[in-house]
DNA sequence: CTCAATTTTTAGGCATGCCTAAAATTCAAT
DNA sequence: ATTGAATTTTAGGCATGCCTAAAAATTGAG
């Protein structure tokens, strides 16, 4: 499978267009951990197959085929996700990494499979939304908890995912996704977070709080 | 991972070399759909790696490591047949070519959870042995279905799982590992059996007898 | 034992996807 | 508008793993 190859790198660019627009080089080569000259020339064969387009100097974005398979493989990724903490029992830390290397090699009859059995899940452990077979995906409305008042309460909604440490420690703290929380001090100065979860109060620093989105309630 | 080239080539040697004892560069080429080149040039590559010894024109040989890691493959392989049977439903006839594709990249955390969800398992769903952690396997003693006498009752042991088409017509007439059978009838001149499976009659041609093995009860 | 058929290896190539170093282009500060 | 810094591309290479055609070694039939 150098289709592999293919799959991260247009989920790369879809990672990042949807955050921030064009897709420069430079951005791409830090994600995927590749020289920014290797990405020029796979960013030329992506352009060639149709899947990007790409201006010289001006960075890519997904074409409308691109997009698809981008969904396709972001879908294979969270339902695996899910699969495997529920299925497996597998820690909420150690799903993605996992899940990596599984969305390239999951067939399209495997992935109706695990949907039906998770019950056509929209979410998976982290929050982010799984792309329906459609590619349509319902993106909840969310705030950054490091952006929030004292004396608010509010619901977790989703957490970044890549940094296993980070999620280990929320999940010390019962910081999951759907969790309700108070908001009882904000730190000035960029400070900390005192929160108080499930009766139990911790001070949250200001990088983790800035990894977790909120929706007010 | 290129990972998958070189744990298919140990896979490989290890199946030609468990039936025919020597390796013959064009049996591996045969079994791998590869030209035989291509095979002498990646057998230099293993012995280097002292996963098989090679001498030119003589074939090869798994080493201990070779042998160990074939038997990892393997025993990935066997589970995860087993777990997309049992936790996902798949029929038999479709998890051999999924699990072809799983088995590089399954960790070695999921392979002791799927183990463990399943009861350790020792048999796939074919009725092949599952090696367990250490490389260790038991090899039941069969027979050929094909070269029973008639009046036998006999039970299924295993059966070969690289035809779909064969394991749905097995499976249509409920002829599955552990089930029992009875042999009615052998027409001579390498003729077709008939058989009694669950109170019903079947006549099973020479070729899908060849593919079963069976112990005598 | 010989030699033609078969098997296996060698030689030379190709595609993929990565790299570093150097050149080209763009950006941004004056 | 200039120019130096940063970004991006080009050029030239390398490893992996496959191929075909040709050469070498083995085998086995007579
Ligand atoms: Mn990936
Ligand atoms: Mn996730
Ligand atoms: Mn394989
Ligand atoms: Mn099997």
Known sequence: MQNQVIEDYLKAIYKIQTTSGKVATTALARRLKISPASVTQMVKKLS???????????????????????????????????????????PWDKVHEEAEKWEHVLSEDMEDRIDALLGHPTRDPHGAPIPNRNGEMVETSRLLLADQKAGQTVEIVQVHDHDSELLRYLGGMGLYPNVELQILEVAPFEGPLTIKVADKEYTLGRKAAEQIFVRLL
Chains 1, 2 share one sequence.
Do not use: C, P
């Open 48 to 90: 060639d197959m149709n899947l990007v387009t790409y201006t010289r100097y001006q960075g890519v974005e997904l074409t409308e085929s691109g997009m698809k398979i981008a969904l396709e493989v972001l879908r294979h990724h969270r339902l695996i996700e899910l699969f495997l903490a529920e299925a497996l029992g597998v």
